[in-house]
């Protein structure tokens, strides 16, 4: 049974972090390109960042470089988004997904290419 569930969502005050995880099972991480992605109200779904298991390369969205690190520990086949320093811009759902057709990230992800997400969980930054 494939899953990949996500965790770490909720409400926090503009400024604060918050660490985002997605578990797999059924699948190992170490094998794909791994990307986290976002949807705003009133946006399209957008790659936030992309994490490579071919080299470990690392990409991001311009907005949240620098606030925003990926990383995964492949023991626990689970892939994380820390988000520090954070907007109001970044209210959004997040979601964790996995491309299986490869193992390089070419840029932050493009959603048609990822076959494996997470169900989203809901980021709100506001005072």
């Known amino acids: 049974q494939v899953q990949f569930v996500e965790s770490g969502g909720g409400l926090v005050q503009p400024g604060g972090s918050l660490r985002l995880s997605c578990a797999a099972s059924?699948?190992?991480?170490?094998?794909?390109?791994i990307g986290w992605f976002r949807q705003a109200p009133g946006k399209e779904r957008e790659g936030v960042s992309c994490?490579?298991?071919?080299?470990?390369?690392?990409f991001y969205e311009d907005s949240v470089k620098g606030r925003f690190t990926i990383s995964k520990d492949n023991a626990k086949n689970t892939v994380y988004l820390q988000m520090n320093s954070l907007k109001p811009e970044d209210t959004a759902v997040y979601y964790c997904?996995?491309?299986?057709?490869?193992?390089?990230?070419?840029?932050?992800?493009?959603?048609?290419?990822?076959?494996?997400w997470g169900q989203g969980t809901q980021v709100t930054v506001s005072s």
């Open positions: 994490i490579s298991s071919s080299d470990g390369s690392t």
């Open positions: 997904a996995a491309n299986l057709m490869r193992r390089q990230c070419t840029g932050t992800g493009i959603q048609y290419e990822y076959d494996y």
């Open positions: 059924g699948f190992f991480l170490d094998y794909y390109a």
